[in-house]
């Protein structure tokens, strides 16, 4: 009898083994992918090129970092590229960002979908809460989803999925650090929308190019024919020019760092399609003379400003050429029509491989600031 109880409980062990196992699954692949995510965004940030080494399950390419002959999109110029086999997917890795910090890490998944769903739910079950922040909007080509992560430890960041589709090839997935959205191409901005609750609009981002906006801001700002040669603070503040200005009266200040002697300026800022510019106004008491935009980032270069100004009806005439650089242009250019006075405009451009950052001088009265002994006069020296 006790033989055959040793022998039935020997014979049901292989059940029992089988039985457990049924319970004991593998950890799903998306839990990994979260897992080198989770490990990014609870560390310090921005993180330098050295805290890659620590993320789980990478292989990186040796140190130094890649210098970019182009700098990417995201601004990034350095770029550091690995690998992870997740479940028999080798998922390729880039981070990129500048000499000593990354800002973010791409990831493409060629094999087999993890799925947005499930790498979600594995964000969720990590302790990482997601919340939709940028989606396409309804029957447009847009296929990207942007979430912010929260999270004890969590440092503020924003993650995106591609999803696989029969258009391309694997999905993406792509980790940015801070609470801000990265910035759209120009053609994308159309496609998304940050108004991602059940029943909400879906306004695009914007329907206007950014370039095509700051046109439009540029023509506002004219003075009217009608009017004195220029106009007052008021009068300014209260123009539709998309200027969020950060207080209702100008202060005084030293602007010397500007070559400019107005004792008296103004502050604020210019979002056009996710490209922000610093304004500065400057003037007498009374009376508005210079402003000044300055972008804060970098965009694709090739796009034509001035050509839409021309486009609303006013005329653009190349007045001066600055000093001949390589990696810049600073150009004063004439703008008239009927119906304002005349001004000048300074247009600075800085080229950093495919991308430019722009800023601007509008001079109200149509003067022109002392000639540097460099300046160019139109068709001399390359001056066109």
């Known amino acids: 009898m006790k033989i055959r109880r040793g022998v039935c409980a020997m014979l049901s062990l292989p059940a029992a083994i089988g039985v457990l196992s049924a319970y004991v699954r593998p950890q799903a692949p998306e839990h990994d992918l979260v897992g080198i995510v989770k490990a990014w965004v609870t560390m310090p940030q921005p993180g330098d090129w050295q805290s890659l080494d620590r993320l789980p399950g990478i292989r990186w390419a040796s140190m130094p970092p890649s210098s970019l002959k182009n700098c990417l999109p995201d601004g990034g110029c350095f770029a550091r590229q690995g690998v992870a086999t997740i479940a028999g997917r080798n998922v390729a890795i880039v981070a990129s960002g500048a000499r000593t910090m990354v800002f973010n890490l791409y990831f493409r998944n060629g094999g087999a979908p993890f799925g947005e769903a499930a790498v979600l739910g594995a964000l969720n079950a990590a302790a990482l809460t997601t919340t939709l922040t940028r989606c396409p909007v309804r029957g447009r080509a847009g296929s990207t989803n942007w979430y912010r992560l929260g999270g004890a430890k969590v440092a503020p960041s924003v993650f995106s999925v591609q999803p696989a589709s029969a258009r391309r090839t694997g999905e993406g997935f792509v980790i940015s650090n801070g609470a801000e959205l990265p910035q759209l191409q120009p053609a994308q ?152 006075r005349p001004a000048m405009i300074r247009q600075s451009i800085r080229y950093d491989g495919n991308q430019v950052q722009d800023t601007y001088a509008l001079r109200l009265d149509g003067s022109l600031p002392a000639r540097d002994p460099r300046d160019r006069n139109p068709g001399v020296n390359g001056c066109r």
């Open 189 to 340: 901005l159309a496609m998304y929308s940050e108004q991602c609750e059940v029943g909400a609009t879906q306004q695009p981002v914007a329907t206007t190019l950014p370039h095509e906006a700051l046109a439009q801001t540029f023509v506002t700002l004219l003075a009217p024919s009608a009017g004195g040669t220029t106009y007052d603070w008021k009068t300014l503040i209260a123009l539709p020019t998309g200027i969020t200005w950060t207080a209702s009266a100008p202060a005084r200040g030293d602007l010397s760092y500007r070559d400019d002697r107005n004792p008296y300026n103004s502050q604020g800022t210019l979002k056009l399609g996710g490209r922000e510019f610093s304004v500065l106004a400057s003037g007498s008491q009374t009376q508005v003379q210079t402003i000044y935009l300055d972008e804060m980032g970098l965009h694709p270069k090739g796009e034509h400003m001035l050509g839409v100004v021309y486009q609303k009806g006013v005329a653009v005439q190349l007045s001066r050429c600055g000093p001949l650089y390589t990696e810049s242009t600073n150009n004063w250019y004439a703008l008239t029509s009927a119906s304002t």
